[in-house]
């Protein structure tokens, strides 16, 4: 396997056939990649200087650590991974393995996503993997190390998600936030130098860790399946910036989150192995505004099952569902996944015509009609709409807070997706980011999430929004008692309301350019205060 920090791959070795007297020809190169490179072309002097000119941008953006900060999160993994090794050894004590042995076992702390990709930003967290031998079970890891960690002086805000679809402990350790995830492996012993890429390691796993384990695998194939990592990590700083300051970058809500970026970046990599950054993010939009949705994008050709493992796998051969994924973007390894099963047809129409403004722009950069800080500037979500439905969680304290808007993102996707099902309404675009109550003092734990309508043009146009927030309400409240995470004090409430009355939820500073109602703000407030309690009750006509 090369290293994704090789130009594209040097060629194999290929012999004449025996008893073949023409001149041989000189062996056809490989790169990285299911298709052969579009453009081999070398940098020029204005690809050098705009590559510049976008590393200047990003970084008065304030996204590159310190030496300093850096040497800090070093310290607190190279902490942490002592302490996993620490408390494997002891488990396998308490299990009566001899101390020699104990000692031997191994096990250790891994990163992945942005941190592992070497991407990430300032005060950004940590995602992580504990990987131990198979004396060491799931329950240790939520009981003692649980246990260990909260004893540290260090350690904040811990927060043991025991029972979500990849469990977790999320905690704070000396100021840097990390998610911890934990996998068992069939092994008695864990060598330091393992590879967790290969598959073997999947058999005999259950399918929590080996969901646990997929973050890590995909992270380091995508950085072995790119012709230049420095390129690659550049690039994808620029597009994850930019997809942030448009309002696209969520996983949860149906967009793309970071390791779907990163898959679209190294897929462009591929395509253009000797590109600099700033042709790269060119043709990024470039590949992907006429990229033939719903072919797949994938990094390499599908891995075979080695193992005969039974773990399901994005195969729209086989599995019907995976046929009806409008935007699939494949992890390059085994069980290959559809990153983006949740994309909308709402939010496909959003991303689109992001890559279209963005390629659009990126054009007029090379023509030196802009600069790289017109790419970021950011979208005013609410000038782009008039009519939003305010979806407003809230709870009595900060655990319950978090665990209640956890469950609310994670299903608002079926909101969009039942109101696309109205005719009358042509895009339901939700805004990523989710806001606190204005009366913060006595609601301190509110999040509200804001859903932008467009309607389809008519005279008389009347929509009635009461069953589909009904059934979504429902939805929550059953799942949250079925789970086992309801508390008394969470309170779900939806309102719909025009972009003029916005002024009720949201501060100045946000609605900066937008038109507000010259109305009283006390009437306005009071009469959204008795909608939240009441407009689930009534009719959603206008």
Not at 13 to 27: C, I, M
Not at 106 to 131: N, P, W
Not at 184 to 198: C, G, H, K, V, W
Not at 375 to 385: A, C, G, S
């Amino acid at each position: 396997m090369p290293t994704g920090d090789s130009n594209p791959i040097p060629p194999q070795n290929h012999s004449a056939a025996p008893g073949n007297n023409a001149t041989q020809q000189p062996p056809e190169p490989r790169y990285l990649g299911v298709t052969s490179p579009i453009s081999l072309m070398q940098p020029t002097d204005k690809d050098l200087e705009l590559t510049r000119k976008l590393k200047d941008v990003l970084v008065s953006f304030g996204l590159f650590e310190s030496q300093v900060e850096l040497n800090h999160r070093l310290r607190i993994l190279g902490t942490l991974n002592n302490l996993a090794k620490d408390w494997i050894k002891q488990v396998a004590l308490q299990r009566g393995m001899p101390d020699s042995s104990a000692t031997m076992v191994g096990g250790r702390l891994c990163t992945f996503g942005s941190y592992r990709l070497g991407v990430h930003t300032k005060g950004a967290d940590i995602d992580t993997l504990l990987v131990a031998p198979r004396h060491v079970q799931r329950e240790d890891f939520f009981g003692s190390f649980y246990e260990m960690l909260r004893s540290r002086g260090e350690a904040r805000n811990m927060h043991a998600i025991e029972g979500a679809y990849v469990p977790v402990i999320k905690l704070e350790f000396d100021g840097i936030e990390l998610d911890i995830l934990f996998a068992r492996l069939a092994l008695a012993t864990i060598p330091e130098e393992l590879d967790l890429r290969d598959d073997v390691l999947l058999k005999n796993l259950d399918q929590r860790c080996v969901r646990s384990l997929n973050g890590c695998r995909v992270t380091d194939e995508i950085l072995h399946l790119v012709p230049n990592r420095e390129n690659f990590r550049l690039t994808l700083r620029a597009i994850k910036l930019w997809a942030k300051r448009h309002g696209i970058y969520s996983n949860v809500l149906g967009f793309f989150g970071g390791v779907t970026w990163a898959m679209l970046v190294a897929r462009v990599c591929q395509l253009y192995p000797n590109a600099l950054p700033s042709t790269l993010v060119h043709k990024f939009f470039l590949v992907f505004v006429r990229w033939d949705w719903p072919k797949p994008v994938i990094l390499k050709s599908p891995p075979e099952n080695k193992y005969g493992l039974q773990l399901q796998y994005w195969d729209p051969r086989s599995n019907v569902p995976d046929r009806w994924h409008l935007m699939p973007i494949i992890t390059p390894c085994f069980p290959q996944q559809n990153s983006t099963y949740n994309v909308t047809m709402s939010n496909k129409t959003v991303l689109l015509a992001a890559f279209e403004e963005g390629l659009a722009l990126t054009e007029e950069l090379i023509q030196s009609r802009v600069d790289w800080a017109q790419l970021f500037d950011p979208i005013n979500f609410f000038t782009k709409y008039k009519h939003f439905i305010v979806l407003k969680a809230s709870a009595s304290t900060k655990e319950h807070y978090l665990e209640w808007q956890g469950l609310i993102a994670s299903k608002v996707r079926l909101l969009i997706q039942s109101l696309e099902r109205k005719p009358e309404i042509h895009l339901a675009h939700v805004n990523p980011t989710t806001f606190p109550s204005l009366d913060g003092e006595t609601e301190p734990f509110v999040s509200q999430w804001f859903i932008g309508l467009s309607f389809v043009k008519s005279e008389n146009l009347k929509v009635d929004l009461t069953y589909d927030i009904q059934a979504f309400t429902n939805t929550i409240y059953k799942q949250a008692k079925y789970i086992g995470t309801f508390k008394e004090g969470m309170d779900l409430g939806a309102v719909y309301v025009k972009r003029k009355q916005l002024g009720v939820y949201l501060p100045p500073s946000i609605l900066k350019g937008v038109q507000l109602s010259g109305t009283n703000t006390k009437r306005s407030t009071l009469r959204m205060r008795i909608g939240f309690l009441f407009q689930l009750f009534g009719r959603f006509l206008f």
